[in-house]
């Protein structure tokens, strides 16, 4: 097997790509809208790309959605673009440098033809910054191809698949990126989760990446002996990468076995025309196939000669070459998926019913056969795309791009594109890139994450709560923060570790808040000397309530609680498990100490509880022993 990575990174910049729009979210509530049909058209060099080709055969319209403070012109294709920020080239040409990557002399931005909609214009614009260099993994190194700079893609809201209407936001589009693309050099899984992360980590030392989900996309390409190139589209988990990697291997095996079965059956797999079955399902009791009459569509269907039995044929764990030809129907065709003889008769269509469709489309026993419910059009255009892969499952693994599913799998998203889809954005002009300016952002390159790591160890911090503190992505707060009170270094790591991390599984919105606002919440918190479940209590409260930073500090500081309250508390819970307490005498101090925790809420130190508690559950067993 064969792997390339392209790391696909949102660079942390003030403005957009080529507008002075601003890179932040924008609000959920869009100020205007506005509609486009995008077509293929021919390149330079006269040829149409297929990838393109396919969009437009898919017969969408795309809505965008702007913003007054987030969106202009250039985003809507009304205003050619502006130059390019210097601000994100300069961030991109030091992760060049710490690449090992040879910056070009003379920055020329390119126009890619990509008619999906995530752009307006029809296509995205995309810059060669850098070329070669590597990562070392242990003894080996990863080498790497390009390094480039490009714009973000609209952001998908919803796609109606019943009016093929698709819409977009447009605050993303434009925000500037770094694409990073390997060579093939990887081969297992493991390497390619691992390579990954070696890259994210040199984007991390940059400190001008953005965080949280979406801001970090990553593209896989994989092949194996004998198979095809497949480029698999936008895995977000850096542990997802090897699973990922693992089912597109077994896929590309199964699809070449399956070659090998149907070669050993037939020379050349050959489809008939699609026919009418409508009227064999005119009493059908099957609800998929009423629904669709009921909705003015018909049943149709065409013969697949030899192939009874490999629609159920396992490409890869859980996956069958059947589902297979359904994600090309759904996503050419906008069907919403097909039957086929491997799994009739069921889903209420009976065995008459399926000796019928055998007799009207002439089917042997050894043929198979495909059944589409749509309106005539559709399901033609269906079953001419199954066909055509059913075709090509003789020849093996066909080069495609798929889009990686949450639980690692792959589905079939569109036809890999082609090469003549690139071409000379005119009116962008070309950056040169001089010596003088590489030794300036050589200079200012920022020191390793190891060096910040073992200054945490310094300052009393395990080197385990300091490794997840460098890996956070509040790595520019900590920082900042640590200039400025070294002394609470314990605190900030465990607040933007852990405690961060357990608000974010409870639904606290706590990654929705900016820099500025956490920054000014952890230094007024030790200036006022709060205790760490007091800060996670105001971050907490900053996140889900209108409390302003001041007014949550404020709140957590005046719910500091006496001595005589806590031992209040503290004596509540005793008497509340006397049984317990009798039955597991000392021993029940650390289910009484959670207990005591949930009623204290962060209002009193750990310690000072845990002293307390220890010592009123010590003077009760006493006295119960001595009454005893």
């Given at each position: 097997?064969?792997?390339?990575?392209?790391?696909?990174?949102?660079?942390?910049?003030?403005?957009?790509?080529?507008?002075?729009?601003?890179?932040?979210?924008?609000?959920?509530?869009?100020?205007?809208?506005?509609?486009?049909?995008?077509?293929?058209?021919?390149?330079?060099?006269?040829?149409?790309?297929?990838?393109?080709?396919?969009?437009?055969?898919?017969?969408?319209?795309?809505?965008?959605?702007?913003?007054?403070?987030?969106?202009?012109?250039?985003?809507?294709?009304?205003?050619?673009?502006?130059?390019?920020?210097?601000?994100?080239?300069?961030?991109?040409?030091?992760?060049?440098?710490?690449?090992?990557?040879?910056?070009?002399?003379?920055?020329?931005?390119?126009?890619?033809?990509?008619?999906?909609?995530?752009?307006?214009?029809?296509?995205?614009?995309?810059?060669?910054?850098?070329?070669?260099?590597?990562?070392?993994?242990?003894?080996?190194?990863?080498?790497?191809?390009?390094?480039?700079?490009?714009?973000?893609?609209?952001?998908?809201?919803?796609?109606?698949?019943?009016?093929?209407?698709?819409?977009?936001?447009?605050?993303?589009?434009?925000?500037?990126?770094?694409?990073?693309?390997?060579?093939?050099?990887?081969?297992?899984?493991?390497?390619?989760?691992?390579?990954?992360?070696?890259?994210?980590?040199?984007?991390?030392?940059?400190?001008?990446?953005?965080?949280?989900?979406g801001t970090i996309r990553q593209d896989i390409?994989?092949?194996?002996?004998?198979?095809?190139?497949?480029?698999?589209?936008?895995?977000?988990?850096?542990?997802?990468?090897?699973?990922?990697?693992?089912?597109?291997?077994?896929?590309?095996?199964?699809?070449?076995?399956?070659?090998?079965?149907?070669?050993?059956?037939?020379?050349?797999?050959?489809?008939?025309?699609?026919?009418?079955?409508?009227?064999?399902?005119?009493?059908?009791?099957?609800?998929?196939?009423?629904?669709?009459?009921?909705?003015?569509?018909?049943?149709?269907?065409?013969?697949i000669e030899g192939f009874s039995g490999y629609?159920?044929?396992?490409?890869?764990?859980?996956?069958?070459?059947?589902?297979?030809?359904?994600?090309?129907?759904?996503?050419?065709?906008?069907?919403?998926?097909?039957?086929?003889?491997?799994?009739?008769?069921?889903?209420?269509?009976?065995?008459?019913?399926?000796?019928?469709?055998?007799?009207?489309?002439?089917?042997?026993?050894?043929?198979?056969?495909?059944?589409?419910?749509?309106?005539?059009?559709?399901?033609?255009?269906?079953?001419?795309?199954?066909?055509?892969?059913?075709?090509?499952?003789?020849?093996?693994?066909?080069?495609?791009?798929?889009?990686?599913?949450?639980?690692?799998?792959?589905?079939?998203?569109?036809?890999?594109?082609?090469?003549?889809?690139?071409?000379?954005?005119?009116?962008?002009?070309?950056?040169?890139?001089?010596?003088?300016?590489?030794?300036?952002?050589?200079?200012?390159?920022?020191?390793?994450?190891?060096?910040?790591?073992?200054?945490?160890?310094?300052?009393?911090?395990?080197?385990?709560?300091?490794?997840?503190?460098?890996?956070?992505?509040?790595?520019n707060v900590l920082e900042t923060m640590l200039?400025?009170?070294?002394?609470?270094?314990?605190?900030?790591?465990?607040?933007?570790?852990?405690?961060?991390?357990?608000?974010?599984?409870?639904?606290?919105?706590?990654?929705?808040?900016?820099?500025?606002?956490?920054?000014?919440?952890?230094?007024?918190?030790?200036?006022?000397?709060?205790?760490?479940?007091?800060?996670?209590?105001?971050?907490?409260?900053?996140?889900?309530?209108?409390?302003?930073?001041?007014?949550?500090?404020?709140?957590?500081?005046?719910?500091?609680?006496?001595?005589?309250?806590?031992?209040?508390?503290?004596?509540?819970?005793?008497?509340?498990?006397?049984?317990?307490?009798?039955?597991?005498?000392?021993?029940?101090?650390?289910?009484?100490?959670?207990?005591?925790?949930?009623?204290?809420?962060?209002?009193?130190?750990?310690?000072?509880?845990?002293?307390?508690?220890?010592?009123?559950?010590?003077?009760?067993?006493?006295?119960?022993?001595?009454?005893?």
């Open positions: 097997m064969k792997v390339g990575l392209e790391i696909h990174q949102q660079l942390d910049t003030r403005e957009k790509l080529f507008c002075a729009c601003p890179t932040t979210p924008a609000p959920a509530k869009p100020d205007y809208e506005f509609r486009r049909v995008l077509r293929a058209t021919k390149s330079e060099l006269g040829v149409v790309d297929p990838a393109a080709q396919f969009e437009e055969v898919r017969r969408r319209v795309y809505v965008y959605q702007g913003f007054r403070d987030h969106t202009c012109l250039v985003e809507m294709d009304e205003e050619p673009p502006h130059e390019l920020n210097m601000e994100a080239l300069e961030i991109g040409l030091m992760c060049a440098m710490l690449l090992g990557a040879r910056p070009v002399d003379e920055v020329v931005v390119m126009r890619k033809t990509v008619i999906d909609g995530s752009n307006t214009s029809g296509f995205q614009r995309t810059a060669l910054i850098a070329l070669g260099g590597g990562i070392k993994l242990g003894d080996k190194t990863i080498g790497i191809s390009t390094v480039c700079l490009e714009e973000d893609a609209a952001r998908l809201v919803s796609t109606d698949t019943s009016t093929g209407v698709v819409t977009y936001r447009l605050d993303r589009l434009g925000v500037p990126l770094i694409e990073i693309s390997t060579k093939p050099d990887i081969t297992t899984p493991e390497e390619a989760g691992a390579a990954a992360y070696e890259i994210g980590k040199i984007l991390r030392r940059l400190r001008r990446v953005k965080r949280g989900l390409n994989v092949s194996v002996e004998g198979g095809a190139r497949i480029e698999v589209k936008g895995v977000q988990e850096l542990s997802l990468i090897p699973k990922v990697v693992s089912f597109e291997v077994k896929r590309q095996e199964g699809l070449l076995k399956l070659r090998e079965e149907l070669r050993r059956r037939v020379s050349s797999v050959i489809v008939s025309d699609p026919v009418d079955l409508t009227s064999v399902f005119e009493d059908t009791h099957s609800n998929t196939i009423k629904q669709g009459l009921k909705s003015g569509g018909g049943v149709f269907g065409v013969r629609f159920k044929f396992e490409v890869a764990p859980g996956r069958r070459f059947g589902s297979e030809l359904a994600d090309y129907a759904r996503q050419i065709a906008g069907v919403g998926g097909l039957f086929h003889s491997d799994e009739l008769p069921a889903y209420g269509v009976t065995q008459e019913e399926v000796d019928a469709v055998r007799r009207k489309l002439c089917c042997r026993d050894a043929d198979g056969f495909i059944l589409v419910v749509a309106e005539r059009t559709r399901a033609e255009r269906a079953l001419g795309v199954v066909a055509k892969r059913c075709t090509q499952a003789i020849e093996g693994v066909v080069e495609e791009t798929r889009a990686a599913q949450p639980d690692g799998t792959t589905r079939f998203l569109r036809p890999m594109p082609g090469s003549a889809r690139m071409y000379p954005e005119t009116d962008v002009p070309y950056v040169r890139v001089t010596s003088e300016t590489l030794r300036r952002l050589k200079s200012a390159i920022p020191p390793p994450l190891e060096e910040l790591e073992s200054r945490l160890v310094s300052l009393k911090v395990s080197s385990e709560l300091a490794k997840q503190a460098v890996e956070s992505e509040w790595l200039a400025e009170a070294p002394e609470a270094a314990q605190l900030l790591c465990a607040v933007l570790t852990q405690d961060v991390r357990e608000l974010s599984r409870e639904g606290v919105g706590v990654d929705e808040l900016s820099d500025q606002v956490v920054l000014e919440l952890l230094r007024g918190a030790v200036r006022r000397g709060l205790l760490r479940d007091q800060v996670k209590q105001a971050l907490r409260l900053v996140a889900t309530s209108s409390r302003s930073v001041g007014e949550a500090l404020e709140e957590v500081s005046s719910a500091t609680i006496s001595l005589d309250e806590l031992d209040a508390i503290i004596e509540s819970v005793i008497d509340s498990n006397k049984q317990l307490i009798s039955a597991r005498g000392a021993e029940a101090f650390k289910p009484l100490m959670g207990d005591v925790m949930k009623l204290v809420r962060g209002r009193a130190p750990g310690s000072v509880v845990s002293q307390r508690l220890a010592q009123k559950l010590r003077e009760r067993t006493e006295r119960v022993s001595t009454q005893g």
